[in-house]
């Protein structure tokens, strides 16, 4: 059975795992649940990106050696994922020597796409890329991401050969063969295609020493594009094994920072690899906090682990889920985050409290578990990447739930026509069951103990309430 392969980006292991990198991994795991609800078999990447100056000098700052330091980042990356309710099948890391040597290899595969030129231009060492004149111009020679002046920087470097394959590529996102979602970062990508300069994929060794070193040139190491994109095909094995079950992917999720990369380079590799291109780019916005960008210097840096402490996993989800739209910016205040968590509290901790109550009490039997497919409406919405939407769909029917309840008010016909209630209970709790089968895709954990409740022996509230109050 052919697998769908969904890739999440690798961060870099100089920081510590940030809300940003939650969205990455709870799309991507929106997706991977929704497929398998599906019926498809899913393959599902996560990684780190571990070579660079920056972490090469963060170790230098933590007075331990480089591969002490990533081994410990990484291992916290892989931590954070599971905190998030997230499963992977694979992990890959860019130090691990397999995937150095299969760089290496794919390196020489793409000789003919590679040069070696002295270039001089804009740069910005944040980003670590060169940019081009006319961004430089309109960002007033300021990286926007990080607030810093670009440089002039010249240096020998090698090359990728943007030119060699842009027709291929345009053609390729223009009809949707290589589909970038939303649609406004697709065009927005094409504009930035036209200009697209041919991009530095290595350093000086003398510049740079952690990273991979360049096929049959010692002076020089690869430096983050092609080690980086490489990984969502070394971590299949590639060059060394055929991984037609998996390649192309499905879908890879990234940030709207690095859609260039993803659709102007990785393609680029790709194309000249002889390799396909991947069928969807799902890109997300930025999180902000109170309206502003997340940074050290500004002190607004929350930690992912201090949401998820407050009320736990699936209030978290919840948030960054559903009110947060899933291709554009969201912003996260605590004010915010309590009532989207009160949200939760009052539609569906309380509708789940009071119909199981409801039932005990008028002895409805336990129903039996769900094996119907998702609503049709439903899956319109995630099949192009609204999970948000759909989200919002899910809830207008618990709310939905709650007013049939009211409506019907079964604890008055219990004493007038019992049977009627009993029906119209039964009815409630059943929907209940297929919505719930929608919530799995969000929030698993709390979807499964509701189809506890209602499929248990006999049908009693949960002892504690869903999201209680603190
Ligand atoms: N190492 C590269 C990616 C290589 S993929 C072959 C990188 N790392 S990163 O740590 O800077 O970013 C990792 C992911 O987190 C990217 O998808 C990026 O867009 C995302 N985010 C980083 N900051 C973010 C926010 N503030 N909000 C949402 N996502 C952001 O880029």
């Known amino acids: 059975m052919k697998e769908s392969y969904i890739t999440t980006a690798i961060p870099y292991v100089?920081?510590?795992?940030?809300?940003?990198?939650?969205?990455?991994?709870?799309l991507a795991d929106t997706l991977r649940r929704y497929m398998m609800s599906q019926g498809q078999k899913v393959r599902f990447q996560a990684g780190t990106d571990e070579h660079g100056n920056?972490?090469?000098?963060?170790?230098?700052e933590a007075g331990i050696s480089t591969q002490e330091f990533t081994d410990q980042n990484s291992k916290k990356f892989q931590d954070f994922i599971a905190s998030l309710g997230v499963e992977y099948t694979d992990f890959i890391r860019t130090t691990n020597p397999d995937h150095e040597r299969r760089c290496q290899e794919i390196w020489r595969r793409l000789k003919d796409h590679i040069y070696k030129d002295s270039y001089e231009g804009w740069y910005c060492e944040g980003c670590e890329a060169f940019v081009t004149d006319k961004e430089h111009d309109e960002n007033s020679g300021i990286c926007p991401d990080h607030k810093k002046p670009y440089i002039k920087l010249s240096e020998e470097n090698y090359y990728l050969r943007i030119a060699d394959y842009k027709d291929q590529i345009r053609e390729a996102i223009e009809t949707d063969a290589l589909k970038i979602t939303p649609a406004f970062r697709k065009k927005e990508f094409l504009n930035l295609l036209a200009d697209m300069p041919d991009v530095s994929i290595s350093r000086p060794k003398s510049q740079v020493s952690w990273g991979v070193p360049v096929p049959d040139d010692d002076d020089q190491v690869m430096y983050v594009w092609i080690d980086a994109l490489a990984n969502y095909i070394t971590v299949l094995g590639y060059p060394d094994e055929d991984i037609s079950t998996d390649w192309p992917a499905h879908t890879q999720v990234v940030g709207k920072d690095i859609l260039r990369f993803h659709a102007g380079i990785w393609p680029t590799i790709l194309l000249g690899l002889g390799l396909p291109l991947p069928k969807n780019l799902l890109v997300h916005g930025f999180i902000t906090v109170n309206g502003e960008k997340m940074s050290k210097s500004i002190g607004n840096v929350i930690a992912p682990e201090e949401i998820l402490s407050k009320h736990g996993l699936d209030p978290f989800r919840y948030y960054f889920l559903r009110h947060a739209p899933t291709t554009d910016d969201a912003d996260f205040t605590w004010e915010k985050y309590e009532a989207s968590y009160n949200e939760l509290a009052n539609d569906l901790g309380n509708l789940v409290q009071r119909l199981a109550t409801l039932c005990?009490?008028?002895?409805?039997?336990?129903?039996?578990?769900?094996?119907?497919?998702?609503d049709d409406e439903f899956k319109k919405h995630m099949d192009v990447y609204a999970f948000n939407v759909a989200f919002d769909y899910a809830w207008s029917k618990v709310q939905d739930l709650n007013r049939q309840i009211d409506a019907a008010k079964p604890w008055e016909l219990a004493k007038t026509d019992p049977a009627k209630a009993k029906s119209v209970l039964k009815d409630i709790a059943s929907q209940l069951l297929v919505v719930s089968?929608?919530?799995?895709?969000?929030?698993?954990?709390?979807?499964?103990?509701?189809?506890?409740v209602f499929t248990a022996a006999q049908i009693l509230p949960p002892s504690t309430p869903l999201f209680p109050r603190g």
Do not use: C, R, W
Request: aromatic share 6%; hydrophobic share 45%; proline share 6%.
């Open 14 to 26: 100089n920081g510590n795992p940030h809300l940003g990198h939650a969205m990455d991994y709870l």
């Open 54 to 60: 920056k972490i090469f000098k963060k170790a230098a």
């Open 437 to 452: 089968q929608m919530l799995e895709i969000f929030i698993p954990t709390t979807a499964k103990k509701i189809q506890d």
């Open 360 to 374: 005990k009490k008028n002895e409805i039997a336990s129903l039996k578990p769900l094996a119907v497919d998702l």
